[in-house]
């Protein structure tokens, strides 16, 4: 955490973006829907303001989420860094070690988010980085047009799981009902995002589910996926975004872990809870964060080392709640 981050309002994220120019907007590794919703829908917002701007994928862009990108690439030197729904700049993957310690601005909704930026415009409210695109936006002056519409719904829509995760709120059905008179694609895009998926993540899934290892008397579900999983089905990582939802949904399960070596020895373990469970309290064991309900962390060996260590935060914290 830099000491030097400076939180600020609404006003002045405004004021900032109107005074720079030459954007190169960040989003982070593993890029899902409102990174790169946030990422292209500030993009076209600047550009409404007569700005340069692009985004920056550390990984490419995912096929599903292609139509996003589809204008013709600007260049230009870029003078002013700003990351989007990026809670620490670990999450940047390999462009870590270049802009770690250079993000001018930051706009996030994450409460974990470690102020390693010189700004930080956060608001832990918004379900979606993207509702708080749109929130700028409409302070800006900025109209919402088709486009922007697409982005900033692609990223609300995946991040409250098509607004039915606890995230979901008033002010989220009232953002996405402007983007509904601002022509939003609302049918296509719930199509490619939820009712799609692919032969692989058929694959994965099946081998998922055979994993499944129950806990503390039902309480706690663990998927596995290792690395020889991952080769053996030809997954991408967007094919595997989701599969984290997969555990919490079973009956009487309060925490649903996913764990995932996306490199050899490497684990990510996903931490999805229902109240009253606290899954950020359990990932900050391990070094991770994120939300209340759906955290994050890394755990170094291989997948039933990562599982012995995080069941034992997920039984103190079970205990805790008297759940056990
Ligand atoms: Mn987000």
Partial sequence: ????????????????????????ILTHASPDGDTLGSGFGLMRVLEDLGKK??????????KKFEYLAKTPKVDFKEKTIVAVDIADPKLLGMACEQYADKVQLCIDHHISNT???????????????????????????????????????????????????SNTTAKT????AKLFEAGVDATEINRAMFETISCARLDIERLALDT??????????????????????KCEK????????????????????????????RIKASVRTHDPIDACAIC??????????????????????????????????????NLI
């Fill in 238 to 265: 967007s094919d595997l975004e989701g599969i984290t939802a997969i555990a919490r949904t079973i009956e009487g399960v309060v925490v649903g872990i996913t764990l995932r070596e996306n490199q050899r020895g």
């Fill in 53 to 62: 701007a692009k985004v920056f994928c550390p990984e490419g862009i995912p």
């Fill in 1 to 24: 955490m830099s000491d030097s981050c400076k939180i600020i309002s609404l006003g002045e994220v405004c004021d900032y973006l109107r005074k720079h120019d030459n954007y190169l």
């Fill in 173 to 176: 059905h009232s953002i996405t």
């Fill in 115 to 165: 102020k390693y930026s010189k700004s930080l415009y956060l608001d832990a409210t918004s379900a979606a980085a993207c509702e708080s695109i749109y929130t700028i936006a409409v302070a800006l002056g900025v109209e919402i047009n088709q486009d922007i519409a697409n982005a900033l719904y692609t990223g609300i829509a995946t991040d409250t799981g098509c607004f039915k995760f």
């Fill in 284 to 321: 900050n064991n391990l070094g991770g964060g994120g939300h209340p309900r759906a955290s994050g962390c890394e755990v170094v060996g291989d997948v039933d080392h990562a599982k012995q260590e995080i069941l034992k935060y997920v039984g103190q914290a079970l205990e805790n709640a």
């Fill in 212 to 233: 499944i290892d129950f806990r503390f008397n039902g309480k706690c579900a663990v998927i596995s996926i290792t690395a020889d999983m991952i080769e053996k089905t």
